[in-house]
Nanobody
Framework: QVQLVESGGGLVQAGGSLRLSCAASGSIFSVNAMGWYRQAPGKQRELVARITVGGSTNYTDSVKGRFTISRDNAKNTVYLQMNSLKPEDTAVYYC?????????WGQGTQVTVSS
């Protein structure tokens, strides 16, 4: 099992920044990728950004150039730096860990961007 705890969400004005953190614990050996997803009210959960154990990253088009995913292997933590936030970024943000065929999720953290 892998346990994930997100933090860093909150309320911010459009154009502002937030940094989300996801701390992983438990059986994290062989976790090969971690990602951030988000789900807005009435919408499906979508991938925001993903980082592999080798450091390769990918982003959904709507956040490219504004969001940056990174990881600190010593702290078993993944970050999502979000800049130039827009009201449409408002959602619950979830951390996910991929390990072989299993997917583990955190409890989510709310990000609200006011216009």
């Amino acid at each position: 099992q892998v346990q994930l705890v997100e933090s860093g969400g909150g309320l911010v004005q459009a154009g502002g920044s937030l940094r989300l953190s996801c701390a992983a614990s438990g059986s994290i050996f062989s976790v090969n990728a971690m990602g951030w997803y988000r789900q807005a009210p009435g919408k499906q959960r979508e991938l925001v950004a993903r980082i592999t154990v080798g450091g390769s990253t990918n982003y959904t088009d709507s956040v490219k150039g504004r969001f940056t995913i990174s990881r600190d292997n010593a702290k078993n933590t993944v970050y999502l730096q979000m800049n130039s936030l827009k009201p449409e970024d408002t959602a619950v943000y979830y951390c996910q860990a991929a390990k072989y065929g299993a997917r583990y999720w955190g409890q989510g953290t709310q990000v609200t961007v006011s216009s």
